[in-house]
């Protein structure tokens, strides 16, 4: 799209008033069926003798297919010619002829190119595939003024068509950059910049993905909410109050524990230690014993021993 985009404005740069423009933004087709994109022109296209025809498949660069000068491989592409459009009908197609298809015509020594039409062939819907719809780093997002959101698209076989929503009303459709892995899977990336007081109006934003001719289409939407921080907040005050109390817990037992009479009590004191009297060579032992009888009561009794030094 950014190709299209940029050959388009060299149109004006070089000061010619042709532009090309292609009505069909996305198309479906099963497998072996035909397929048709146009190209309308601004001005007349003198027979079509000067259109050109490019493929730009995932992940690689735009390729010249057809020439409508030449009658070489009409089996397979054909150019049919009005004064102001062109015609691109595309016989048995297959898988591996998804991708973008641009129409060019040739001024001079240069191609104008027009905004291009994306053929999906199939379902591109594979076991692995999965969407996720990442949303802006608030911070980021604050310094740039603007916020991105991003659609990612794991695991499908061929391209997809992605379209964006803002609480039911169509976007521009984003910009998409693609991983080939390994296995030939891939890894589409599609993204929008919105300015910042756009995302932060409570609107949903929605990403459409649709992957074959069925109608069926995976959506993902988000809204910005401040919602996070104001729920952090709500923890705040019951934290603060526990480590209040558990701090007036914890002086109040060192308190208790080391000056009792500050709190109008009298201090514990333990039961004397077993007294121990050295009177004449004479040792006395204070012994206390409790002793329980059948019916649970207590009763103290107190026993001397003497014992003489032999």
């Not at 062939?121 to 076991?127: A, E, F, P, R």
């Amino acid at each position: 799209m950014i190709f299209a985009e940029y050959l388009l404005l060299s149109s004006l740069v070089l000061g010619v008033q042709l532009f090309l423009h292609q009505t069909q933004r996305i198309q479906f087709v099963e497998v072996s069926d035909n397929a048709k994109i146009h190209c309308s022109s601004t001005e007349n296209l003198e027979g079509g003798s000067n259109m050109f025809w490019y493929l730009r498949r995932e992940g690689e660069k735009p390729t010249c297919i057809k020439s409508c000068l030449d009658d070489q491989n009409v089996s397979k592409f054909a150019c049919k010619h009005e004064t102001h459009s062109s015609t691109l009908e595309i016989s048995n197609v297959q898988k591996t002829e998804s991708g973008i298809y641009y129409c060019a015509y040739r001024y001079s020594s240069y191609l104008i190119f027009g905004n291009g039409s994306t053929l999906i062939v199939g379902d591109s819907y594979t076991k692995s595939s999965w969407v996720m719809l990442l949303v802006p780093f608030p911070h980021g997002s604050q310094v740039t003024g603007t916020a991105n959101l991003v659609c990612v698209i794991h695991g499908v076989s061929s391209p997809v068509h992605v379209s964006w929503s803002v609480s039911g009303e169509l976007q521009e459709q984003g910009l998409t950059g693609s991983l080939k892995a390994k296995d030939g899977s891939l890894t589409l990336i599609n993204h929008i910049s919105v300015p910042m007081d756009t995302w932060t109006s409570g609107k949903n934003f929605t990403c459409e993905v649709k992957f074959n001719s069925s109608g069926n289409s995976v959506k993902k939407s988000t809204r910005y909410s401040a919602a996070p921080a104001r729920e952090c907040s709500h923890y705040i005050v019951p934290l603060a109050a526990g480590a209040g109390l558990l701090l007036l817990v914890v002086s109040l037992s060192l308190v208790w524990t080391l000056c009792p009479s500050m709190l109008g009590l009298k201090p514990r004191t333990s039961a004397p230690p077993a007294s121990e009297e050295h009177q004449g060579g004479i040792l006395y032992a204070h012994l206390h014993f409790d002793l329980r009888n059948h019916k649970g009561r207590t009763m103290q009794r107190s026993a001397r021993e003497k014992r003489v030094k032999a």
